[in-house]
């Protein structure tokens, strides 16, 4: 049995660390690795995508897409979330629901841009919501549920002729 005082590593699993710029005996002395002069010989430099002039590889690909400032986004909730909710007691279906009672009920986060209501899963309740979009299924649904779905999102005007 080994005593507490012979403990150690097996020979070879561990190594020193290599201390950088502590005179020339070390071998790693004066420059450090770091080689002379520039830019990079100095410390806190990084400089992120140079490749030594050559055309760096983020702008030698093709751009792509487009990103709309001006997008919503919104909060999306499922027929079935509203089930679950209503279940729980969380919702009471009597009562109008719109975006701050579903966040007080703990179904949505936050707001955003505003809420849409999407078709997945079976409602079976009859429920008053006002939300800002509704898909289409997701209106035959709760109309088919004897509910009512009012929109708040401002109709696109018809393109005039």
């Known amino acids: ?21 502590r005179g020339p005996g070390s071998g790693k ?4 690795g770091r080689g002379v002069k520039g830019q990079k010989a100095r410390s806190g430099v990084a400089i992120n995508g140079f490749e030594g ?5 983020h702008m030698r690909m093709p751009k792509r897409g487009f990103n709309n ?3 919503k986004e919104f909060s999306e909730v499922n027929l079935w979330r509203l089930e ?6 969380k919702l009471d279906a009597k009562k109008a629901i719109n975006a701050e009672v579903l966040i007080a ?12 209501l999407l078709g997945k899963g079976e409602l079976t309740t009859k429920i008053d ?10 209106k035959a649904a709760v109309e ?3 509910g009512k779905v009012t929109t708040t999102a401002p109709v696109a005007a018809e393109a005039a002729e």
């Open 84 to 89: 679950q909710a209503i279940a729980a007691g």
């Open 29 to 32: 002395g004066k420059t450090g």
């Open 144 to 146: 088919k549920a004897g």
């Open 69 to 71: 400032p001006f997008a």
């Open 105 to 116: 009920a703990g179904v949505l986060r936050r707001e955003k841009d505003g809420v849409r």
């Open 1 to 21: 049995m080994t005593k507490l005082n012979e403990l150690a590593p097996a020979p070879g699993s561990t190594k020193n660390r290599m201390r950088v710029g």
């Open 53 to 57: 002039g050559q055309m760096p590889l």
């Open 129 to 138: 919501i006002t939300v800002y979009s509704a898909s289409a299924a997701a």
